[in-house]
Nanobody, 124 residues
Framework: QVQLVESGGGLVQAGGSLRLSCAAS????????MGWFRQAPGKEREFVSA????????SYAESVEGRFTISRDNAKNTIYLQMNSLKVEDTAVYYC?????????????????WGQGTQVTVSS
């Protein structure tokens, strides 16, 4: 059974940093793209970042470009999201997801499996 477990969320002041992790189990994910999405209260889920199967290709939402960095360690079946210069508007539940191909983008239908999410709260 495929399982994705996010961790690393929490409460941080604006301007601070957090590093999210997503550990995958139940299959080998090294040949699939992976991504991060987020959902703020009262809003729809939105794309944050994606990384290709080897990690050589990454993409970001415009709102996080230059502040967030996605990476992966295929040996550990884990992806990461380093979040710097956090803003109050980054507050959301963050979800990791496994793509259904080697490359994936911002469209949620490109992803087959989703984690339960980790809460990130940025205070002013």
């Amino acid at each position: 059974q495929v399982q994705l477990v996010e961790s690393g969320g929490g409460l941080v002041q604006a301007g601070g940093s957090l590093r999210l992790s997503c550990a995958a189990s139940g299959r080998t994910f090294s040949t699939y793209a992976m991504g991060w999405f987020r959902q703020a209260p009262g809003k729809e889920r939105e794309f944050v970042s994606a990384i290709s199967w080897t990690g050589e290709s990454t993409s970001y939402a415009e709102s996080v470009e230059g502040r967030f960095t996605i990476s992966r360690d295929n040996a550990k079946n884990t992806i990461y999201l380093q979040m710097n210069s956090l803003k109050v508007e980054d507050t959301a539940v963050y979800y990791c997801a496994v793509g259904n191909s080697r490359y994936a983008g911002s469209w949620s239908q490109m992803y087959d499996y989703w984690g339960q999410g980790t809460q990130v709260t940025v205070s002013s």
